[in-house]
């Protein structure tokens, strides 16, 4: 019965009984981990006093091959994710991120890199912003079908991170968009004004126009926001590098527009939308859509 001990967020507590809990937890380097904290609430326990969801912690558990839950011995409590407690928008994003989490990594398959990347935008929800990161209601006429826009305020940062922890997602789970040609035919991608994307195909492709309701049409600037994350070199569609010389490549539109086109790929992916994707996405991206369907 090997006994590990690592760094883990928690992504999904349960009450076992008035003292005990059952954890799920995505541990640095063995992945998701889902055991049981008998005893986690009792005096002098070693549970820093139980556990708590969103929260980092080193963990010490038994490993049984035969059972289907870890007997978790200690947790030393290390860092509150305390944006997730305090601000509706950092609420709604942190728990978005533990749902990809719970529903895109399989049990005990490592991800150092995305466990790496869910602290840092758990981390972000919480940085102070500046009266220029936060981001307007949309006024325009660019609000997808049925959504209602974002209420004054809503951080900036929220959205980066969520762009940030998507697209890890998406890389890690051998994802990774097609940014640097048409994903469809691998010719070049056109210099215009709009792009497709085709969640088939998994990258960008040239635009379909309203012909095609199976290819997203998207703003080059939401592509350069993605370029940017994925360290391209190669020329983007609007003749400049592809680290992102789009005009407003770094706006509130742009990257919110990521973030959009972000979570309906990993929906596609997942067949089913996460139950926090929702919230998720009616507080924090109602703001303005990449250009449809994403």
């Not at 969103?54 to 490993?63: D, F, K, S």
């Amino acid at each position: 019965m090997p006994t590990i001990v690592d760094e883990a967020v928690v992504v999904r507590l349960w009450d076992f009984s008035e003292t005990s809990q059952t954890a799920s937890l995505f541990t640095r380097e063995h992945g998701v981990l889902r055991g049981l904290a008998k005893g986690a609430r009792r005096p002098h326990a070693r549970f820093s006093g139980g556990m708590d969801l969103l929260t980092r912690g080193q963990v010490v558990a038994i490993v049984k091959p035969s059972a289907e839950l870890a007997t978790l011995t200690e947790w030393d409590l290390q860092e509150v994710f305390w944006a997730a407690r305090r601000d509706l928008g950092s609420h709604y994003a942190s728990l978005y991120f533990v749902d990809l989490i719970a529903h895109a990594i399989t049990d005990h398959d490592p991800h150092r890199e995305l466990y790496e990347a869910l602290v840092d935008g758990l981390r972000a929800l919480g940085k102070p912003q500046s009266d220029s990161d936060a981001l307007p209601a949309n006024r325009g006429d660019d609000t997808p079908e049925g959504a209602s826009a974002a209420g004054e305020g809503v951080s900036l940062n929220a959205v980066r991170a969520s762009v940030r922890v998507q697209w890890a997602v998406l890389v890690e789970t051998g994802y990774r968009p097609v940014l640097d040609r048409d994903a469809r035919t691998g010719a070049a991608l056109p210099g215009a004004p709009v792009l497709g994307f085709s969640p088939v195909a998994g990258g960008v492709t040239s635009d379909p126009g309203q012909r095609d309701a199976g290819v997203w049409r998207v703003r080059p600037e939401t592509i350069a926001v993605l370029r940017t994350l994925d360290g391209a070199t190669a020329p983007g569609p609007t003749g400049g590098g592809a680290t992102g010389d789009a005009p407003g490549a770094t706006s509130a539109r742009a990257w919110t527009g990521a973030a959009r086109l972000l979570g309906a790929y990993l929906c596609e992916i997942l067949g089913r939308r996460p139950p926090s994707y929702a919230p998720f996405v009616e507080y924090c991206l109602k703001i303005e859509s990449p250009v449809s369907g994403g």
